[in-house]
């Protein structure tokens, strides 16, 4: 999978995980495009998200530039969103 070297977000996250659905939400409401990789539909892309993030905490939210957040307020995503131009 080389969804961080593609130039697309992309959010590894579950159904049941609160932040999840919070970045989640959050994603669709500021209208950014996403691939959203569902850690209970795929339960091996857990190995990855854990690869990028080095830890087992979710969300991990990989940004086009291939840096990441791994559980991020909605203040991180907005800020980085920004910084990156997917917003304004």
Request: aromatic fraction near 6%; charged fraction near 25%.
């Amino acid at each position: 999978m080389t969804s961080e070297t593609s130039g697309t977000l992309t959010m590894f996250g579950a159904d049941w995980c609160r932040d999840c659905r919070r970045t989640k939400a959050q994603l669709d409401e500021l209208g950014v495009a996403y691939e959203y990789v569902d850690l209970e539909a795929d339960p091996a892309a857990a190995d990855v998200a854990r690869d990028i993030s080095g830890r087992t905490n979710i969300p991990v939210v990989v940004y086009p530039d291939a840096t990441h957040h791994v559980e991020p307020s909605n203040a991180d995503v907005e800020a980085k969103l920004r910084e990156l131009a997917l917003i304004s």
